[in-house]
């Protein structure tokens, strides 16, 4: 569980988030969407700590927090092995065991034949299950997500999407994905946020469970009624897929 209360966070003389308030219940997957450059990482910078907001609170009983980024981020003089290591060293000072934690989500990952590979030896996609597999193996409470997909192809999308559900059901936590593709915002979260305006604030909530999602006709209703709401904000071109 968390909440961000009455946020207000500026750069300079832009206002950000003015009195921003969201509250997330403990293995609810959340989507943050809506246009580029309103605030929608600063959200999740706060939430993870690396932004102390002007004003406002934040509350959480998350003690561990993982973090998943548009580009995987990984070092490159480590192994995929070694990259996935690296989150365990604040928990674990036991390297046997540590290794033991990462050879388990290997398979899970389609990466148990790669464990000595370098980041220069990998495809794109292959770099981002090491930077997916490297947040699940400290089994988080919260994961951020920061359109960690964005950069793929539509094919190669689809199978990182289904990976993370996989991965979802192997360790449930509480999830916060930014995104600005509708489809993969109804695919893969129990609520979207609809989110414009500076500063930042939540123009639609919208709540839905797995099996709603799997009907046709429920998913053309929501994407229209997020098309409706955006078309008022002035805000649809380049955002509905």
């Given at each position: ?50 932004l102390n907001p002007d004003s406002g609170s934040v509350i959480s009983d998350n003690k561990r927090i993982a973090y998943v980024f548009q580009e995987p981020r990984l070092l490159p003089w480590m192994t995929v092995e070694e ?129 709603e999602r799997r009907q046709p006709l429920y998913k053309n209703e929501l994407v229209e009624r997020i098309k409706l709401v955006m078309h008022k904000q002035k805000i649809t071109k380049g955002m509905i897929s």
């Amino acid at each position: 569980m968390f909440e961000m209360k009455n946020i207000t966070l500026n750069y300079g003389e832009l206002k950000v988030l003015g009195d921003f308030s969201i509250k997330g219940e403990a293995e609810e997957s959340i989507c943050l969407f809506g246009p580029s450059g309103i605030g929608k990482t600063s959200i999740l910078n706060v939430l993870a700590g690396i932004l102390n907001p002007d004003s406002g609170s934040v509350i959480s009983d998350n003690k561990r927090i993982a973090y998943v980024f548009q580009e995987p981020r990984l070092l490159p003089w480590m192994t995929v092995e070694e990259n996935m290591e690296v989150g365990l060293f604040s928990l674990d000072s036991d390297a046997t065991r540590r290794k033991k934690t990462v050879r388990q989500l290997l398979p899970k990952i389609g990466l148990e034949a790669f464990e000595n590979y370098y980041p220069e030896q990998l495809s794109g996609g292959m770099k981002q299950r090491v930077s997916i597999g490297r947040a699940f193996v400290i089994q988080p409470d919260l994961l951020l997500l920061d359109e960690p997909f964005s950069g793929l192809d539509e094919a190669l999308k689809i199978e990182m999407q289904d990976l993370l559900l996989t991965l979802k059901n192997y360790h449930s936590c509480t999830t916060i994905m930014v995104t600005h593709d509708l489809q993969e915002a109804i695919k893969l979260s129990d609520r979207i946020l609809v989110v414009n305006g500076r500063p930042c604030r939540i123009i639609l909530d919208i709540t839905s469970n797995p099996e709603e999602r799997r009907q046709p006709l429920y998913k053309n209703e929501l994407v229209e009624r997020i098309k409706l709401v955006m078309h008022k904000q002035k805000i649809t071109k380049g955002m509905i897929s």
